[in-house]
């Protein structure tokens, strides 16, 4: 069974910087195929695709409203995915999940089979 673990959220003031993580066990990223994934709720609002990343690490994804300011990263060796998040704006105040997929990436989150409980990431103007 896999399991992922966020962390690395936080509050944080507008044009600031956080870098989340996601720890995978019960996987091995070096021997299988599992895109990564991460996605954002904030209050009231629905689960927001935010960036997503190849198996493979060389391909990545993002929405307008993230691009240039957000990169997602991934090592392998540490079953480990990241996303840096800078220029933060009050408007990514949201909880951050990571998520894992089989093979290709996706932009939605009902295609994703696995994932973490979440980090708050809270942005303050």
């Known amino acids: 069974q896999v399991q992922l673990i966020e962390s690395g959220g936080g509050l944080v003031q507008a044009g600031g910087s956080l870098r989340l993580s996601c720890v995978a066990s019960?996987?091995?990223?070096?021997?299988?195929?599992?895109?990564m994934g991460w996605f954002r709720q904030a209050p009231g609002k629905e689960r927001e695709f935010v960036s997503a990343?190849?198996?493979?690490?060389?391909?990545?994804y993002y929405p307008d409203s993230v691009s240039g300011r957000f990169t997602t990263s991934r090592d392998n060796a540490k079953n480990t995915a990241y996303l840096q998040m800078s220029s933060l704006k009050p408007e990514d105040t949201a909880v951050y999940y990571c998520?894992?997929?089989?093979?290709?990436?996706?932009?939605?989150?009902?295609?994703?089979?696995?994932w973490g409980q979440g980090t708050q990431v809270t942005v303050s103007s």
């Open positions: 998520a894992a997929r089989r093979n290709l990436v996706s932009f939605t989150s009902g295609e994703y089979q696995y």
């Open positions: 019960g996987v091995t990223f070096s021997s299988t195929r599992y895109a």
């Open positions: 990343i190849s198996w493979s690490g060389n391909h990545t």
